[in-house]
């Protein structure tokens, strides 16, 4: 199942983290530091030419609030050494921070039109995640990921992420019985899910343009039927994404070393933390005032 890059997982060394849980049922690896050597995927996705489109939704008071320090957090620590376009979504394209990139690293700005419920950003970027790739990024790039803007980057998070089809476990839930994880149980949802095998975290996802597509039609599909039924999923796009991922087994997951909260405090299997929620402000920043 692991198509593209089975030659360099052939290095993974699953054994040498005995302290977490390294490979699914499935056989898709699950990265953690210690595991790979990270010359070389730098060095095969470089022969493969891989180039990555990096999606972000910086809306209202977001943008203000955390644009700036993702994009130059990720200059410091994403993907370096490969071609990497952001392609920004804002409300205000004339607030967005200017941001000195490296080599073969662009950003692009769009409009997109601010709902007045952050849920319906939230679910409404599927839609606009899809379009961009069908118009865009299927003729430029070879993988696409996801993020959510209010995070900073603060260790290496490279080439060893990428795959076919790429999912984060949540950092809040992956210690906890899966009687705790909080999938939507409502059954009147398209999202609607009695058990699954991890939790995972929408604020990060991706894969190969092909997939991430898949998967923002399948959300968007579901977020839409539900509305017709006046239905809305728990936690909304996530719901979706967590049913998507449950029906069609991701290829690769990304430990929560790759989106952590230091509110959670010590672990000792975080040795390394990669990208980092930035303090929420949810009063301020979910209003239109």
Known sequence: MLSMDNLVDATLSLQSRGDVQTCTTWKAPIIWEGMFEAYLYDKAHKRKKSSV???????????EAYLETFLYSSEQHFMLGLPVTYYVFTDMPEKVPHIVLGP???LKILSVHRHS?????SMMRMKTISDIIQTEIRYNFTHVFCFDVDQKFTGRFGSEALGDSV???HAYYYRLPKSMYTYDRNPN???YMETGDF????????GTWKNVKAVTDACYKGIMEDKENNVEALWHDESHLNKYFWLNKPSRLLSPEYCWDDSIGYRTDIRVKRLLWAPKDYENLRTNN
């Open 167 to 169: 999912a984060l476990i």
């Open 199 to 206: 939790y995972y975290h929408a604020a990060v996802f991706g």
């Open 104 to 106: 073969k690293r662009h």
């Open 53 to 63: 489109a990096v999606t972000v939704f910086a809306v209202g008071k977001y943008l």
């Open 189 to 191: 949802s398209k999202a």
């Open 117 to 121: 419920r952050w849920q319906d950003i």
